[in-house]
């Protein structure tokens, strides 16, 4: 028991971050499930973490309404932006994505209610370990039924063959509106997670960088199934750790591993067909 | 009894005329043929009569209702499915997978039932799944409903783009060169499978190279040439008719 304090109150924070990962890595799964590449989760992120340390802060709100809104205010920006920005596919989307988040990151650096660059300060520590456990086990139960509902069936849909799928009765806007707007709910509470667990947050954590690590994780771990996000946000969150006897180096050992598994392994790490072909020959031996 | 029909219609992209004041009435419960030359403006009728393109001119009523403006999806679930020309079946979907996507407006169940798996959203799954399999054991693919798509060859590739389409419910069936890359004997089979798509009182209607199968398998023919309708009738008229012959084989003094 004591072995497990001891671990516990030296990796807790580097275990609370895999759990925020992982949630982010869940919500981009989303929009990529139904083939949106989409740029703008880092930006929600912040909106949701931003509305929610606010609401602390300034109003004394209970904790779980301040995460409800933590999610709902990035609900509400993605379906206003969503329903232009979804008619473009590919690059583009991502080009337009990539511009919301950068203004969300300009707006938030501008404002006086935010703090503007110096960020916000003391916001009280009232995110608690099992809080995130309890939100990852929820979201991966709830994504996990929805990927084998007739929600997730048109989402592979869509992302296969969007004529073919039009034309099997799926209303495919709505579809894909419905994958962005959830992916922002789950990147805002996130969010709001993490802002109750930093004690500061700043406009810079929301930005570029930020978003290419999220999809990062995700493409990285693959997205063939729920387990390759988390798997994703785990190794990248890790991996500089793990390399932290490389000193100097260690950044350029974390890029090139990175490169080798995208050379090698296209699909992700966890491709499940890869992995199911793998065991069907194993157990034919 | 006419269960769609194009009226007057016209599609032109930019300067390009594709179609040209095209009239005709395909009737319910019976196989109807569009044929006619490469780049004679078939599939166009199809993507326009599917929601995918707008008719410039004229208009398609399909039971009574008139087709313009509809989004594809909601056509689809007035009763129009159709088969591509080129598959398009997901393949990275398993067979059963495939068709229970064609059933996605039958199965309906909220988001609260979904995340709590009621025994109604669970019926409703198992029920789909159970028909998803019907479908495909009457094309004889059940034996392979949790392969993914990718596995099959060519002419099952089609029988499940048939089977999927027919998921949807369809009370009209489109068959775009249904036969297209078969051989003789798999040719027939497929015919066999259509008349049998009709006698179960679908109506169909396909658009088809091949003169052979379209002459011993519709009970209707209309002839498309350069966007313009030159023929209609029953298959023999068809066959004697001398614009069908001249648009078909040119004309004798071409030759000279």
Redesign the interface.
């Known amino acids: 028991m004591e072995g497990f304090s001891d671990f516990w109150s030296t990796y807790s924070t580097l275990i609370f971050t895999v759990g925020i990962h992982a949630l982010l890595a869940l919500s981009i799964w989303l929009t990529l499930a139904c083939g949106l590449l989409s740029l703008a989760n880092a930006a929600f992120m912040g909106i949701g973490a931003y509305t929610a340390a606010l609401l602390t802060v300034n109003l004394g709100w209970p904790f779980p309404v301040v995460l409800a809104a933590g999610a709902l205010a990035p609900v509400l920006v993605a379906l206003t932006i969503g329903v232009p920005t979804l008619r473009l596919s590919g690059v583009y989307l991502a080009m337009a994505t990539l511009a919301f988040g950068e203004v969300s990151r300009v707006i938030i650096l501008n404002l006086d209610v935010t703090g503007g660059p110096e960020g916000l300060n003391g916001i009280p520590l009232v995110t608690e370990g099992w809080h995130i456990v309890l939100v990852l086990a929820v979201v991966g139960y709830g994504l996990a039924r929805l990927r084998r509902s007739r929600v997730g069936r048109a989402f592979e849909a869509i992302k296969e063959d969007e004529v073919a799928a039009r034309l099997m009765g799926i209303n495919v806007d709505r579809h894909k509106l419905f994958a962005f707007t959830l992916g922002a709910g789950l990147a805002g509470l996130a969010g709001a997670l993490n802002a109750h667990y930093t004690f500061f947050i700043s406009p810079r954590e929301y930005g570029f960088e930020n978003a290419v690590d999220i999809l990062t994780m995700t493409v990285l771990g693959g997205i063939s199934s729920l387990i390759g996000p988390v798997l994703g946000a785990t190794i990248l969150t890790l991996l500089p750790e793990l390399l932290r006897f490389l000193h100097d180096y260690r950044l350029a050992v974390n890029g090139v591993i990175l490169i080798l598994v995208v050379l090698f392994l296209p699909t992700g790490l966890w491709d499940s067909r890869r992995i199911r072909a793998w065991f069907a020959g194993r157990s034919q031996k | 009894m006419s269960m769609l029909s194009i009226r007057n219609v016209g599609k032109h992209f930019g300067g390009l005329q594709v179609l040209q004041d095209v009239s005709f009435e395909v009737p319910g419960g019976s196989i109807f043929g569009l044929i006619g030359p490469n780049g004679a403006g078939k599939t166009t009728v199809f993507n326009l009569v ?1 929601g ?1 393109l707008q008719a410039s001119a004229g208009t398609i009523v399909f039971q009574g209702r008139d087709l313009a403006g509809e ?3 909601l056509i ?2 007035l009763g129009i ?2 088969t ?1 020309q080129n598959i ?6 398993t067979l059963l ?1 495939n068709v ?6 039958l ?1 309906d ?1 909220g988001p609260v039932a ?2 709590f ?1 009621t025994p109604t ?1 669970r019926e409703a ?1 198992r029920r ?1 799944r159970e028909r998803a399999l019907e479908l495909l054991s009457w094309v004889k693919l059940d034996h392979k409903a949790l392969l ?1 798509a990718d596995n099959l060859s060519y002419g099952e590739q089609r029988k499940l783009e048939f089977a ?1 389409a027919l998921a ?1 419910e369809p009370k009209l069936l489109l068959l775009d060169e249904p036969v297209a890359g078969m051989n003789p004997a798999e040719k027939d089979v497929l015919m066999d499978e259509i008349r049998n798509i009709r006698d179960r009182g679908y109506g169909v209607f396909l658009i088809e190279h091949d003169m052979r199968f379209v002459m011993g398998l519709c009970d209707r023919i209309a002839v498309l040439n350069f966007g313009r309708i030159i023929a209609e009738g029953a298959p023999e008229e068809i066959r004697n008719h001398p614009d069908v012959i001249e648009a078909y084989l040119g004309r004798e003094d071409d030759a000279a």
Do not use: D, N, Q, S
């Open positions: 599917t995918l989004a594809p999806h689809t679930r499915a159709r591509f398009r079946i997901f393949k990275e979907m997978e229970m996507v064609g059933m996605h407006h199965v169940y979904l995340f798996a959203c799954e789909a993914t999927r949807t």
